[in-house]
């Protein structure tokens, strides 16, 4: 392999989009995930607080 198909090969390399692609889905996938796990566990608590408020209104042995 000669300095010219290095060239070649390395200026194809960059010039290819693929990678930078997937990486920016692989950053965003990331940040949707993170989201996604704040706001369950934002819903989660309340949802906790309603059938605890729920539970104690209830009779005994209902």
């Not at 010219?4 to 390399?13: P, S, W």
């Not at 930078?20 to 692989?26: G, H, K, N």
């Amino acid at each position: 392999m000669n300095a010219c198909n290095v060239y070649h090969t390395l200026v194809r390399f960059l010039r290819d989009e693929d990678g930078p692609t997937a990486t920016e889905y692989a950053i965003l996938l990331a940040m949707l995930v993170l989201v996604a796990v704040a706001a369950i566990q934002g819903i989660g608590s309340r949802m906790m607080n309603i059938y605890q408020n729920i539970d104690g209104s209830l009779p005994e042995g209902f």
